[in-house]
């Protein structure tokens, strides 16, 4: 019997949508052996039925689960629940199921700040309510999947990788254990490392010593003083099989899409270390907190000021 996969989306841009349907001529490998039963993005299922027949959502029972994007609101939760509750295994893909992602440097502002911040202090909006009614409400915060209900695999990434989606569902169809390695972009990444800074802090528009020349002929990004974040991000955005981390690849620092190497990880204290060891000075970074936390704000970023 084919296996039974039910997917859902919450606080995204898509991206991990995309992912799946970039998957390609792999997934033919994989097609026969699946049937997806619930997926926003390829089929036609409503969560209340076809007509909106139902008062209460509904998720078919499937064996594997997926999840992107953060949890924003209560129906967020209320189906993150109602999924967890139907499924077997349940992953949560890319950065914003998995740590918060972008979403969650909302995460600075109380929710009255963001209210008043889009419908009446944004000066291309004129000034209105806050909406009601058939809108979900939004929570307290952003919160990473694994805060709201138990999480089985993460698969990191804004996206994640074709490949690594495509793995783990092989290792999930041969009943073997899948796990994405926690090492960091330093580890994939093939510029020439001296432990030492050239110089101080440079805007990352300032060109790229080496750009164009191969990357093993190039000094570390972070040693000619572009803030890259590959010391406290896991590696992997360079494919499974440990290629060079797409961002280094094209000559431009890694920004941390992958989050965070552990999920208890401190990027902030990680990478405030990394910079440091080498002789450039953090505290000339503004705003550190969303720079180090820009992709795994939950449960790390709060609010700045007062306010509900």
Not at 53 to 75: C, F, H, L, Q, S
Not at 107 to 133: C, F, I, M, W
Not at 246 to 255: E, L
Not at 257 to 263: A, M, S, T, W, Y
Request: net charge negative; hydrophobic share 40%.
């Amino acid at each position: 019997m084919p296996v039974k996969v039910a997917q859902e989306w919450f606080a995204i841009c898509g991206g991990c949508e995309v992912t799946i349907l970039d998957v390609g001529e792999p997934l033919l490998d994989v097609l026969p052996a699946l049937e997806f039963v619930h997926m926003p993005v390829i089929m036609d299922h409503k969560l209340y039925g076809q007509t909106g027949e139902e008062k209460e959502m509904n998720i078919p029972e499937a064996d594997v689960g997926i999840i992107t994007g953060g949890v924003r609101n209560e129906e967020n939760k209320k189906l993150a629940e109602l999924m967890r509750s139907r499924v077997n295994t349940l992953i949560a893909m890319g950065s914003c199921a998995s740590f918060g992602g972008v979403p969650a440097l909302a995460n600075q502002y109380a929710l009255n700040e963001l209210y008043e911040r889009v419908y009446r202090g944004n000066s291309t909006t004129d000034a209105g309510e806050t909406p009601k009614g058939d809108v979900p409400a939004l929570l307290d915060r952003v919160y990473a999947l694994h805060e709201v209900v138990k999480v089985d695999l993460h698969l990191p990434g804004c996206p994640t990788t074709p490949d690594m989606f495509v793995g783990a569902l092989m290792h999930l169809l041969k009943g073997a254990p899948f796990a994405v390695a926690e090492k960091s972009v330093c580890d994939e990444c093939p510029t020439i490392r001296e432990k030492k800074a050239v110089g101080t802090l440079k805007r990352p528009l300032e060109p790229i010593e080496g750009a164009g020349d191969p990357l093993d002929q190039v000094r570390c990004l972070m040693e000619q003083g572009f803030l890259c974040l590959g010391p406290a991000t896991r590696a992997g955005c360079g494919g499974m099989e440990g290629g060079t981390p797409r961002c280094i690849r094209a000559y431009m620092p890694c920004r941390g899409c992958f989050g965070p190497l552990k999920l208890d990880a401190n990027p902030m204290v990680d990478m405030m270390g990394a910079l440091a060891t080498i002789g450039l000075d953090p505290k000339q970074i503004p705003d550190r907190a969303a720079t180090f936390n820009r992709f795994a704000g939950a449960g790390r970023l709060q609010p700045k000021r007062g306010g509900k």
